[in-house]
């Protein structure tokens, strides 16, 4: 029940249960999130409001690290990834010639890699 409200008012609930408590923290716009009024139904023990930004992505609040594969690639172990390319790419031959430079170097990802073209060559 719970879930589907906070669901339903166009938010994203991401679960955590540890040690027979269960948290669900609540991603979106925080005013609007204070209109929910969620201490206000019944089993919602406490309602609070993180004290950091993109507890998500900070590592005190998890458990272990976060590996992501690309290809043969894994980022976030103990080996550094190199991640190289352009912002922009205006065509296949540039990028084909952008990819070999990167590997190259010895980068392991490339980046990029999106055609985007420039509708002045004055702008960036």
Known sequence: MLINRIEKAGYLPHLSKSDGVTQIGIIGDEPS?????L?????????IRTDKPFKLAVLRHKRSD???KVGKTVIGAKKMVIMAGPCAVEGYEQMLAIARAVRKSG???????????RTSPYSF
Do not use: C, E, S, Y
Not at 33 to 37: A, S
Not at 39 to 47: E, Q, S, Y
Not at 107 to 117: E, Q, T, V
């Open 33 to 37: 999130i204070l209109n929910l009024r």
């Open 39 to 47: 201490n206000r139904i019944k089993g919602v023990a406490k309602v």
């Open 66 to 68: 976060t590996h992501i």
């Open 107 to 117: 980068a392991d990802i490339l980046r990029g890699g999106a055609f985007k073209p």
